[in-house]
């Protein structure tokens, strides 16, 4: 392993010239930060737009023969205010003419939007002073528009071992007829961790405009603690349930590469962040709880049928209705006599009445029930394996708080605890498992 650090910026941490030097700051000050993967402008507050955004537009208008000269003036106006602040030499204008024209002849949704990386990544490396290397010449597809791990690898060793410091754009890469491909909405996350892992860096810096990932959302349970150490394990058990920060694909070709990933503050770099690491490193956390998260809008299909255990074929039956429809379901708990599945309204759109009507018809159970508006949470943390009085605090700090418990699913790796309940108790029932363990 190098004593390489890969770092990336999020577009809140270069969304105008004050937070470029604040990036730069940070770049200087430490010489193992080598490769430097920016992301196109955010945000400056709640109510600008995204750069990416609105070259998405951009797009949108000339595919409907409409004039987009409004918004890309907008966009325009965006990077000469950040070139003219920061007072570099290089030529924007001449960038975003090239680039204009290339949209108005009808350039694809991805090589439009691949932009905001591009320019972002042209003005950045002139500030730095440091080499500009563009996504496409190393980041590569394949003709189906697939990731080509191999040749990315390749071409990323071959092109980055013999420069010192670089900065190459995120979000997007080249199909081999030189087409631009971008991977999915905020994909610099996954750019970055390709790049780690094929420089073998020793550490992958995401910086971001938040101190890394909190215990549990602080919408719903007030100032939570930070966590400084959580797995990839966890991270995707947390992600799942709605904590997001980090791209959910950024998390593999790190974690294949076994390289840590701490995320950063660029308004507050002196805070630790969080440092996701691999699944069995870390210290020892017996009986503690690495975070919980949650989300609303689940309905449970709930049957029961006498002698359901001994009847061959019933649980296939009930599943391939589901699949029939196209539906995915998120948790299956069941008793002796009784089979439940837990499914994302999202999923079940306008369906519900004619899945039901399905599994009366090919399983033929007693009752059926449909409790809507259920709630999951999932309370996680290696800490919890082996360790015993977990649950015990989880249910004692519900019943407590008077919240009903309708469903408990714990999986074999003791990682993970989810519960089900109402969403009326949603936001009490998060708050008391947070206060049963900090
Ligand atoms: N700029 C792209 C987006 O807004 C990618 C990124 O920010 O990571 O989705």
Redesign the pocket.
């Known amino acids: 392993m190098n004593n390489i650090v890969v770092v990336k910026f ?2 809140s941490s270069l969304a105008n010239a004050e937070q470029f030097r604040k990036v730069k700051n940070i770049i200087l000050s430490d010489e193992r930060r080598r490769y430097i993967v920016p ?2 402008p ?1 945000k400056r507050h709640s109510k600008d737009y ?4 609105l070259f998405y537009l951009c797009h949108a208008h000339v595919q409907q023969h409409i004039s987009f000269d409004g918004v890309f003036e907008i966009i325009e106006e965006r990077y000469k205010e950040i070139v003219r602040e920061l007072d570099i030499s290089l030529d924007i204008g001449g960038y975003l003419k090239e680039i204009k024209n290339k949209i108005a002849e009808g350039a694809t949704p991805d090589y439009t ?1 691949s932009r ?2 591009y320019l972002n990544g042209l003005i950045l490396a002139n500030f730095l002073n440091v080499d500009f290397v563009d996504a496409a010449e190393v980041i590569l597809f394949d003709k189906y528009g697939y990731f080509d791990s191999e040749s990315t690898k390749k071409a990323i060793s071959e092109k980055l071992n013999s420069i010192e410091r670089a900065v190459i754009p ?2 997007y890469g080249a199909m081999p007829d030189g087409n631009i491909k971008t ?1 999915s ?5 996954i750019t970055g961790s390709i790049i780690a892992r094929d420089v073998e860096a020793k550490l992958y810096e995401n910086w971001t405009d938040v101190s890394g990932f909190l215990m549990a959302d602080p919408r719903i349970v007030e100032n939570p603690k930070p966590i400084e150490e959580i797995t990839y394990k966890e991270l995707r058990e947390l992600a799942y349930m709605g904590a997001t920060v980090l ?1 959910e694909e950024a998390i593999f070709p790190a974690r294949e590469g076994c390289i840590p990933i701490n995320i950063k503050n660029t308004n507050a770099p002196e805070d630790k962040g969080t440092i996701i690491i691999n699944d069995d490193e870390g210290k020892n956390q017996m009986g503690t709880i690495t975070g919980i998260a949650g989300r609303k809008d689940f309905t449970v299909i709930a049957v029961e049928k006498a002698f359901m255990n001994a009847e061959i074929g019933f649980g296939r039956r009930l599943l391939s209705i589901l699949e029939a429809y196209g539906v995915s379901f998120e948790n299956m708990p069941s008793g002796i006599d009784t089979m439940s599945v837990v499914i994302a309204d999202s999923q079940l759109d306008n369906k519900l009445d004619k899945i039901l009507e399905e599994i009366k018809r090919q399983c033929n159970p007693d009752t059926i029930q449909v409790i809507p508006n259920m709630a999951l949470i999932a309370t996680v943390g290696r800490g919890m394996a082996r360790s015993i009085g977990i649950s015990e605090k989880i249910f004692t700090s519900l019943a407590r708080n008077n919240v009903n418990i309708r469903m408990i699913d714990q999986g074999s790796s003791e990682m993970n605890i989810i519960i089900g309940i109402e969403a009326s108790d949603f936001e009490r029932a998060i708050n008391s498992i947070y206060n049963a363990f900090v």
């Open positions: 999020g577009g992301s196109a955010g995204k750069i990416t955004d939007a905001g990386e995120g979000f991977f909405r905020g994909g610099s996350d791209h």
